[in-house]
């Protein structure tokens, strides 16, 4: 009987997980290919792994830490959507295609460093975006000053005869 608990607590993971991931799919965020690269975190969990109370609570640690992640990535994409895509796709590639893959290593080393790494990055890139804005609005405000400096028109040498010494080269 509880290990029956445990496969329906499995399920309703899984289609929490699939639920969590489905807004990424509907903002054009990800493609249908993607968006089922992405299930698989949750849906491989118990590929090479027992089903048990510990790896239950570890997976619904996963789905948190996804959770976040997808909800960062939603904010992200529609404030930075020539920056964002780059690192998503990084992030989508450290998800194994392999089956195989899907261990415990993957779960309790790889996909932890690979969200974190994600986060931070998603992190940076709000806080490079400003430093940018910043130097654009420092930038904006030297043109101006520029536009209210005289200008000169650059130094032509009128006088040295570029054909005279074309034809003598020749």
Request: aromatic share 12%; net charge negative; proline share 6%.
């Amino acid at each position: 009987m509880k290990n029956k608990s445990l496969n329906q607590q499995f399920r309703e993971i899984q289609s929490d997980f699939r639920e969590l991931v489905l807004p990424l799919y509907t903002d054009n965020i990800v493609n249908v290919m993607t968006k089922q690269r992405l299930t698989t975190i949750a849906t491989n969990f118990f590929v090479f792994q027992p089903i048990s109370e510990p790896n239950i609570e570890r997976l619904l640690l996963t789905v948190e830490s996804c959770r976040s992640a997808f909800s960062q990535c939603r904010l992200a994409n529609a404030q930075y959507p020539e920056q964002f895509p780059p690192l998503f796709e990084q992030f989508v590639n450290s998800i194994p295609t392999s089956a195989r893959d899907f261990n415990a290593h993957f779960y309790n080393i790889t996909l932890p460093s690979v969200l974190e790494k994600f986060t931070h990055s998603l992190d940076a890139l709000s806080e490079v975006i400003e430093q940018e804005d910043d130097m654009n609005e420092e930038l904006d405000h030297n043109v101006v000053q520029e536009l209210t400096m005289p200008t000169f028109e650059p130094f032509v040498d009128t006088s040295y005869d570029y054909e005279q010494k074309q034809q003598n080269i020749l």
